[in-house]
């Protein structure tokens, strides 16, 4: 087995099978990484997907995901308020789009958002689009075809529910829900025509075979933007002492991923302040896309700031896979 003719084959259009993607795990990381930039390059230009995201609903979530500061099962000090009200979505959109963002992203707590929510969340969305235009994107939860559907003809474009990680490693993380939960709202937002994001956290304690397993099921699912969280371990939650992953570490992730999914928006996304360099050794290493600004409910990068780097490295921000 060699790395060029696995870089040759995917830049050919074909598939690296599971044992090969571990394989290449184990390669040097350099040329791992030069291959993976190599293989961006070919199908995804310069262009660099740049989205920011807002806490729309904070805290008191009856989910028991171990990593997740905003978990009622979890002590963490977290804020707690209900939907924010239309006009601060709507600002906030507004202040984001002159800033040179071109993706805004309303992130609610909970296992799902009711009926009622979903009608008031459309009535954001409608007015955020026919007042500034931004693409939006929603993570609401385990929603159903039919709400999806709603936000939809409402004007939103995107989908973000996060695998967070593989099948076997799920219920390590989560058992309140289930993977195959994730993968039904998955299935029935792209079946109402929405596109999706969805990824997973490094560093849950998950094996180098979650890593890959993870990829490739999102590759199975057809997903075109994949968001590559590192682990912030949060005090108060079960994973508080967990160990923080290293930007080499993230770079290998991020090179498997590019050959694994070649043509998808690898961005990354909570994390990305540890790191010293805010990333940009994995924006050199097959990563293309970025949550910028705040997380949830921790600081981020300033948009500021990612738009200079975007533009020290050669890229143009850019929206993939609208």
Same mark, same amino acid.
């Not at 004007?155 to 695998?163: D, E, F, K, P, T």
């Given at each position: ?15 690296? /099978? ?5 394989? #290449? ?28 995201? =807002?806490?729309?609903?904070? @805290?008191?979530? $009856? ?54 929510? %979903? ?13 500034? @235009?931004?693409? %939006?994107? =929603? ?11 709603? #936000? ?6 995107? =989908?973000?529910?996060? &695998?967070?990680? $593989? ?8 058992? /309140? ?40 099921? #999102? ?36 090179? =498997? ?38 997380? &949830? /409910? /921790? ?10 780097? #975007?533009?020290?490295? @050669? ?8």
């Amino acid at each position: 087995m060699e790395l060029t003719a696995l870089e040759r084959r995917v830049l050919d259009g074909g598939e690296i /099978t599971r044992e090969e993607a571990l394989w #290449l795990y184990e390669q040097p990381l350099e040329a791992l990484c030069a291959a993976a930039d190599r293989i961006r390059a070919h199908f995804c230009g310069d262009g660099f997907d740049l989205c920011t995201i =807002v806490n729309g609903k904070s @805290g008191r979530c $009856s989910e028991n995901c171990r990593f997740c500061a905003q978990s009622a099962h979890n002590h963490t000090g977290a804020e707690e308020y209900p939907l924010l009200p239309e006009e601060e979505l709507v600002a906030q959109a507004k202040r984001n789009q002159a800033q040179g963002v071109l993706r805004y992203s309303i992130v609610t707590s909970g296992k799902r958002l009711s009926d009622q929510e %979903v009608d008031r969340m459309c009535a954001a969305i409608r007015r955020i689009r026919e007042e500034c @235009g931004i693409a %939006v994107c =929603v993570s609401f939860g385990l929603l159903d075809e039919g709400q999806y559907r709603k #936000l939809k003809q409402a004007g939103a474009s995107r =989908v973000h529910n996060n &695998l967070e990680s $593989s099948r076997r490693n799920f219920p390590n993380i989560c058992t /309140t829900h289930t993977f195959e939960d994730k993968v039904a709202a998955i299935r029935a937002a792209q079946a109402a025509g929405l596109s999706v994001c969805s990824g997973g956290i490094m560093g849950l304690g998950e094996t180098v075979e979650d890593r890959v397993d993870m990829a490739l099921s #999102l590759r199975e699912l057809g997903i075109g933007s994949v968001p590559v969280n590192m682990l912030n371990p949060i005090p108060g939650t079960p994973f508080e002492n967990n160990r923080r992953l290293t930007v080499e570490e993230m770079r290998r992730i991020a090179a =498997v991923y590019r050959f694994l999914l070649p043509r998808a928006a690898i961005r990354l996304a909570g994390g990305r302040g540890l790191m010293p360099d805010k990333g940009e050794q994995c924006f050199r290493s097959g990563a293309n896309a970025a949550i910028s600004g705040d997380m &949830l /409910t /921790t600081a981020g990068i300033t948009v500021e700031t990612d738009l200079a780097m #975007l533009n020290r490295l @050669g890229y143009e921000p850019r929206l993939a896979g609208e």
